[in-house]
Structures are given as structure tokens and as C-alpha cells.
């Protein structure tokens, strides 16, 4: 299950290019968060503790204790990070977006599909088609896992794995039709050479047929 990490926030008063441009140069990312039933707000975490905690995430779901501390006083919302904007040249988060979750209720979401072991069927010559690369489903937040490891060892030629042989953790239901392929082992390409086709006829002789206009040979006195 997913692992609850403890971020510190503060309020963001200020918005615009500027205000977010000066938080920025003093290490900090603008974010928002919203959701169990409390109202939209705008804060300002650290970049730094930011980076620190995706670049040791497992996976996708990323459960936080989020604490918020406002004119000396600390509040605390459980919060999963909704979205991550990036920079599109440099390694370096924008902005993030977090949706404050409650203990007792359940949350749909999307979880990371892995595949474990090299299938009996690769060994063999065959392809690993990853058809399902995330399972959608539903669970209260303490139950969420990091991703779904699933062991494709014993996969042949032709054998296919599908969301209902996924064993999902405790308090874990998956969304999606059961019978959905997730993996499947197909047989290998085989490519033919063109082979060059063969004339029926022989080679083309020249100047052998003569013209029927030729003269005969002149025929030799006796």
C-alpha cells in the first residue's frame, strides 16, 4: 500500500506571473489543493522536499499527509498528488496539484501495472504484449497500493493473462470488466525473403531467326 509522506505547505495569498515567479526564486512551488469537502485553496510547498519525494516514489499514487501551517496554526488534510506539471526542457516541477481524500471513504484511481519474471513463452521465442498498462480501482485511501506487481513467468505462446488473474490487495476491487487482457504471449514474426520467380522460357538468343527477305547462300560449281 502506499506509504504516507508528510509535506509542509502555507497559504499563497498571491497570484499571478510575478508573485509565483519571486516564490520560485526563493524555493518554493505554487499548488493548490481541493476535494473532501473542503474548499478550494492555494498554498506554496517546498521544491526541494517536492523533488525529494517523487524521485523516490514506487509508483504514480502518492499519499501524503499534507500540513498546512497558517499564522501559527498547523491542519492537517490527507491528500493524494493529483497532478505533477513539469518544466518541458528542464528536470524542474511547476506546480502540483493535490485532491484531499477522507479515511472512511472509498476513492477511484489508476494504479501502475508491472510485470514480474520473463514469460515461459519469451524463453521460447515469443513476444510480451503489455495490453493494460494501469487498472483502474476503487479502495479507502489507507488501502491504495504503490502499483500492481504481476508474475508473467508462466505465460506461454499464446497465453494471455487477464484483469480477473490479477490478485488485487486486501480492501483492493478493480473497476474494469474482469475479462480484459492484460498480458498475452504472441507467437514470433516471421519474415520471408521474397524468393526471384523463375522465366519459363530460355534465354533470349540474338540475331538467330533470319529475315526472310536474306538471300540463300549461293550454291558452289561443280
Known amino acids: 500500500m502506499s506509504k504516507q509522506v508528510k509535506v509542509t505547505a502555507r497559504p499563497r495569498a498571491e497570484s ?4 509565483v515567479k519571486k516564490l520560485r526564486a526563493r524555493g518554493g512551488i505554487p499548488a493548490n489543493v481541493y476535494g473532501a469537502k473542503h474548499a478550494p485553496a492555494n498554498l506554496e510547498v517546498s521544491k526541494r522536499e ?22 501559527g496554526k498547523t491542519s492537517n488534510r490527507l491528500a493524494l498528488i493529483q497532478e505533477v506539471q513539469r518544466h518541458p526542457f528542464r528536470d524542474e516541477v511547476l506546480h502540483v496539484d493535490f485532491h484531499a481524500v477522507s479515511m472512511t471513504e472509498e476513492i477511484e484511481t489508476e494504479v501502475v501495472i508491472e510485470p514480474i519474471g520473463e514469460p515461459v513463452g519469451v524463453k521460447a521465442g515469443g513476444l510480451l504484449q503489455h495490453n493494460l498498462r494501469s487498472l483502474e480501482i476503487k479502495c479507502l485511501p489507507q488501502d491504495l ?8 513467468s508462466a505465460l506461454n505462446i499464446n497465453d494471455s493473462l487477464h484483469v480477473r488473474d490479477i490478485k488485487l490487495p486486501k480492501g483492493v476491487t ?15 514474426t516471421v519474415v520471408e525473403e521474397p524468393v526471384a520467380e523463375e522465366t519459363a522460357a530460355g534465354p533470349e538468343v540474338i540475331n538467330e531467326k533470319k529475315s ?9 560449281k561443280k
Open 174 to 188: 478493480a473497476i474494469p470488466d474482469g475479462e480484459l487482457t492484460v498480458f498475452l504471449v504472441s507467437e514470433p
Open 212 to 220: 526472310e527477305d536474306a538471300e540463300p547462300p549461293a550454291e558452289g
Open 16 to 19: 499571478g506571473r510575478n508573485a
Open 50 to 71: 517536492i523533488g525529494v519525494l517523487l524521485s523516490h516514489a514506487v509508483g504514480e499514487n502518492i499519499l501524503v499527509d499534507l500540513e498546512i501551517n497558517a499564522d
Open 145 to 152: 497500493p504503490e502499483l500492481l506487481e504481476v508474475d508473467v
